[in-house]
T-cell receptor
Framework: DVKVTQSSRYLVKRTGEKVFLECVQD?????MFWYRQDPGLGLRLIYF???????EKGDIPEGYSVSREKKERFSLILESASTNQTSMYLC??????????????FGQGTRLTVV | QQQVKQSPQSLIVQKGGISIINCAYE??????FPWYQQFPGKGPALLIA?????SEKKEGRFTISFNKSAKQFSLHIMDSQPGDSATYFC??????????FGQGTTLQVKP
């Protein structure tokens, strides 16, 4: 059974804290993604990684950074958390495009509240 | 800027009716168009997908219609059921599989 695991379901952090969201996949996928989900705005791509140590900015990278030191792990870092980063964060993984199956598999999400 | 635009934001349909959700895109580099379904408390899951060399794809009660010249695609849910109540996202991918989503549609199917 394919699996994308996010380290926390719920997090509460203080303004200004450095926050780490961890994601691990067990499918040997090349691609990994971080999205944030907000009502009415859908899923907005924060960062995308297509290989170890490779990353591309998504639509809303400001205030975030990422790390991919191993193929199975993709971390999202909020350098200095702010209240406008309160959101649901979703991690996903998929095979590299060009193969037949490009389905993305999602984790359960991390509900982050910044106070 | 929203690269994939989805409408309506919410939809209420009677049981047995047809649900229609529309999406439009600008970037002709997109070459794969999936739809994802999300239930409360869960991550999205792939429902059905289409490539632009095909105008229609059907899987059970779910059909994607694709209009390449208009850069639009839509999801039709036939014989909608209360169990179909969920949030639906259209999406598009381009090089390396970078996946861009629309804003989402919350569907409620009334018994």
């Amino acid at each position: 059974d394919v699996k994308v695991t996010q380290s926390s379901r719920y997090l509460v952090k203080r303004t200004g804290e450095k926050v780490f969201l961890e994601c691990v996949q067990d499918m040997d996928h090349e691609n990994m993604f971080w999205y944030r989900q907000d009502p009415g705005l859908g899923l907005r791509l924060i960062y995308f990684s297509y290989d170890v140590k490779m990353k591309e900015k998504g639509d809303i990278p400001e205030g975030y950074s990422v790390s991919r030191e191993k193929k199975e792990r993709f971390s999202l870092i909020l350098e200095s958390a702010s209240t406008n980063q309160t959101s649901m964060y979703l991690c996903a993984s998929s095979l590299l495009q060009g193969r037949d199956n490009t389905e993305a598999f999602f984790g359960q999400g991390t509900r982050l509240t910044v106070v | 800027q929203q690269q994939v635009k989805q409408s309506p934001q919410s939809l209420i349909v009677q049981k047995g009716g047809i649900s229609i959700i529309n999406c439009a895109y600008e970037n002709t580099a997109f070459d794969y168009f999936p739809w994802y379904q999300q239930f409360p408390g869960k991550g999205p899951a792939l429902l059905i997908a289409i490539r632009p060399d095909v105008s229609e794809k059907k899987e059970g009660r779910f059909t994607i219609s694709f209009n390449k010249s208009a850069k639009q695609f839509s999801l039709h849910i036939m014989d909608s059921q209360p169990g179909d109540s969920a949030t639906y996202f259209c999406a598009a991918t381009k090089r390396k599989g970078k996946l861009i989503f629309g804003q989402g549609t919350t569907l409620q199917v009334k018994p």
